[in-house]
């Protein structure tokens, strides 16, 4: 089936420090969500990339989607308190499914 | 979401004890998943339908059934219960044409 890694596992930064993960795929994707999950709650979706090299902004958040569309990142600026959580991506299978990444926790240290 | 409504939020329960878990919405969405989160596996798929009368086998099935009793109402089985499905339970919600997923807020299952 669909496989999508995603990395780092884990990033410890600073706040106000920078902060990527990626996901990475063999074959090429129709289309990659973000979630983002809060300590104790539940994924909740961010975005949707759909378009070869698109690249998405939400405030300080940006996600790109690669020109072969087999590779994402998101970037936050300038880490807040707030932005900790586990970040997934999710890739679409041609059976209508996702397949979720391992995902990225980022912990920030006011 | 508030729209994708969990039951119960927490279980503990025996080796060899049958529980269901309970998942409703109110988005009108014909497509509704169950997913298993273990540490720092992320999500994995046990069951899917796209409406009332499909069901498919994810990618961690095994020990696990569901029914889906409505379009609105998606529940998950375990027949008899092992400490290995200990972890939390998502239920989550798309709708037509996309795969973007609305989740519940989860239902933190322990078999001792």
């Known amino acids: 089936g669909q496989q999508v890694m995603q990395i780092p596992q884990y990033q410890h930064v600073q706040e106000g420090e920078d902060f990527t993960t990626y996901c990475n795929s063999s074959t090429t994707l129709s289309n990659i969500q973000w979630y983002k999950q809060r300590p104790g709650g539940h994924p909740v979706f961010l975005i949707q990339?759909?378009?070869?090299?698109e690249v998405k902004k939400q405030k300080r958040l940006t996600f790109q989607f690669g020109e072969a569309k087999k590779n994402s990142s998101l970037h936050i600026t300038a880490t807040q308190t707030t932005d900790v959580g586990t970040y997934f991506c999710?890739?679409?299978?041609?059976?209508?499914?996702?397949?979720f990444g391992d995902g990225t926790t980022l912990t920030v240290k006011p | 979401d508030a729209d994708v409504t969990q039951t119960p939020r927490n279980r503990i329960t025996k080796t060899g004890k049958r529980i269901m878990l309970e998942c409703s919405q109110t988005k009108g969405h014909d497509r509704m998943y169950w997913y298993r989160q273990d540490p720092g596996l992320g999500l994995r798929l046990i069951y899917y339908?796209?409406?009332?009368?499909?069901?498919n086998k994810g990618e961690i099935s095994d020990g696990y059934s569901v029914s889906r009793q409505a379009q609105a109402k998606f529940s998950l089985s375990l027949e008899s219960a092992i400490p290995n499905q200990t972890a939390l339970y998502f239920c989550a919600t798309s709708g037509p044409g996309t795969n973007i997923q609305y989740f519940g807020a989860g239902t933190r299952l322990s078999v001792l």
């Open positions: 999710a890739v679409s299978t041609n059976a209508g499914k996702s397949t």
């Open positions: 990339l759909v378009k070869s090299g």
């Open positions: 339908s796209f409406d009332v009368k499909d069901i």
